[in-house]
């Protein structure tokens, strides 16, 4: 085969190559966005062959809770009627470990589960010890007493002498470990036998007593296989629709998710939406911006302004109230009756008076405020920050000695934050899987399509180059004769061709036959 048929097959080739580097990229660039669709559609819902299923179960996220502490600096001067001041002590870390039980798959394309929470002190971590003091009001004294206020006079002296048999104060000095996970006081009986109903536990009190090596309730979760439009939103909750711990049905009301994982393909109008138990109401975060976590593209949300206003200022919290200043919010109703108020620490996002009633308080955006990163594309937290605090409304209530002459404040008792990043190996399993490689495809289709029309060229400029001039000429040869010539066949009589000159005479025979230099052309008369 000569070297220009090998060049020309060479060429085709080329030619084909690209022809299929080109329909490739084009089938690609309108099949891979919906095949990455259907791929995240089959794996981020509750399905036991769903590859985030096993996350969902037992999240590996390894979860942190930070819980900060106000100690009491002045507790005789607060008994005077003094603004209180208060010092931050902690953080004292433990480490949160959570795993769902009794996973149930139910015949209305939903998934009912416990999920059981327990916290181990982490020392390292923290600034402090379990065995670490804090004074702190006495939230079973001074919330009977706020009980007690309506009550009959006589109700209230057998009370407080009651209150002084059991040695019992406003302002107590207890150990980390209790305050969190409850001690033994013989006040509690007293409670729960003349106002029944007012605690939820017989023995121990803590702030966390009732958190840990316990579950969150039963969960009701539409897994979306049968109805993806409902994925991971809450059917119900302890087998209600509704709660009933509040003043409005838009209050009562369960919605958005558990507040692990939410639908996938967000978009900056998204919201995060779900039901917490802890502060008995369901929260929605709004979006602040997008960024980056560790590779992974996110959306990451925050708690509007109005989560804990007053119905004065965002009249759909109405229904929370009685409400006092805003940026507050009243859960007496359900934290057993105690005047207990939830808000972002130091009171951020409150009305200034709050912290300003208080000496010691430093509310600040940074420090204090609450957002969840959320991969956009799959509805999965990467990266998570929640920081609530739990105040105490203390004052003075007449006929109870214990309460002394204390002016009316809301008093922060502590704060936590409870916090979680995807990281080790399923950071990596999951950047690989659900951002490398379809960024791989993403860029791939394109990369093919160019590479085709490249290659598409090459046949092209080859025909072009082995084309020449159309209209070049090619030069005679010089031992050619005239084309005007006759032949031996031609007649001798033939007239020459219109246009050429004419031919000379014939030389004479003689002349032809020998050179002779007398040979002469015979003259004419």
């Known amino acids: 085969m000569s070297r220009s048929a090998k060049a020309c097959w060479a060429v085709v080739a080329l030619g084909c190559a690209g022809l299929l580097c080109a329909v490739l990229g084009a089938v690609m660039i309108l099949a891979v966005p919906s095949i990455i669709k259907q791929q995240v559609y089959k794996n981020v819902r509750i399905d036991p062959s769903s590859l985030s299923f096993n996350m969902w179960k037992d ?28 010092r931050e002590r902690g953080p004292y870390v433990y480490r949160e470990y959570r795993h769902k039980t009794n996973i149930t798959f139910n015949d209305n394309d939903t998934v009912s589960f416990l999920e059981f929470r327990n916290f181990k002190f982490q020392p390292d971590k923290s600034s402090g010890l379990e065995s670490d003091y804090i004074v702190m009001p006495n939230i079973l004294v001074l919330s009977a007493a706020m009980m007690l206020e309506h009550k009959h006079m006589s109700l209230k002296l057998f009370m407080t002498l009651a209150f002084s048999t059991l040695g019992q104060r406003a302002f107590m000095n207890r150990t980390v470990g209790e305050i969190m996970w409850g001690y033994d ?32 309730g039963l969960f009701t979760v539409f897994t979306g296989i049968r109805n993806f439009s409902r994925i991971h939103l809450v059917d119900k909750w302890n087998g209600l629709s509704k709660v009933n711990f509040w ?55 925050k708690a509007p302004d109005t989560l804990f206003a007053n119905g004065s200022v965002y009249p759909p919290n109405e229904g929370f109230c009685p409400c006092l200043q805003s940026g507050i919010q009243n859960v007496s109703t359900c934290r057993f009756n105690a005047p207990l108020f939830l808000s ?50 203390i004052k003075a209530v007449k006929g109870i000695g214990q309460t002394g002459r204390i002016a009316p404040v809301v008093l922060p008792l502590m704060w936590f934050e409870e916090r979680g990043a ?29 590479l085709g029309g490249v290659l598409l ?69």
């Open 185 to 216: 006081d013989p006040l509690i009986n007293l409670i729960n036998k003349y106002l029944p109903g007012m605690l939820p536990v017989n023995g121990k009190f803590g702030l966390f007593a009732e958190l840990n090596n316990s579950d969150s």
């Open 344 to 393: 972002h620490p130091h009171f951020y996002n409150a009305d200034p008076v709050l912290a300003d009633a208080v000496t010691g308080l430093h509310p600040d955006e940074r420090e204090h405020s609450l957002f969840l990163d959320v991969h956009p594309v799959t509805g999965i937290p990467m990266n998570c920050s929640v920081k609530l605090q739990l105040s105490l409304y």
């Open 59 to 86: 999240i590996p996220v390894p979860f942190y809770m930070s819980v900060y502490f106000f100690d009491i600096v002045n507790p005789s001067a607060i008994l005077k009627g003094q603004k209180p001041q208060v």
């Open 457 to 525: 060229l090459v046949p092209v400029i080859y025909q072009i180059r082995s084309q020449g001039p159309e209209d070049a000429e090619i030069p005679p040869s010089p031992a050619a004769p005239p084309s005007w010539l006759p032949s031996p066949y031609t007649p001798l009589l033939q007239d020459p061709p219109v246009g050429s000159p004419p031919a000379p005479p014939p030389e004479p025979l003689g002349c032809l036959t020998r050179a002779s230099a007398r040979c002469t052309r015979p003259r004419h008369v």
């Open 422 to 450: 995807m990281e080790g190996d399923t950071l990596r399993a999951f950047y690989t899987q659900l951002v490398l490689m379809p960024k791989v495809l993403h860029y791939a289709q394109y990369v093919l399509l160019a």
């Open 247 to 301: 003043h409005s049905d838009q209050c009562n009301m369960i919605n958005g998710t558990s507040g692990q994982m939410w639908a996938p393909f967000m978009t900056p109008e998204s919201s995060l939406e779900f039901y917490s138990p802890e502060a008995c109401r369901s929260m929605k975060l709004v979006y602040q911006e997008a960024g980056v976590f560790s590779g992974i593209p996110i959306y990451r949300f």
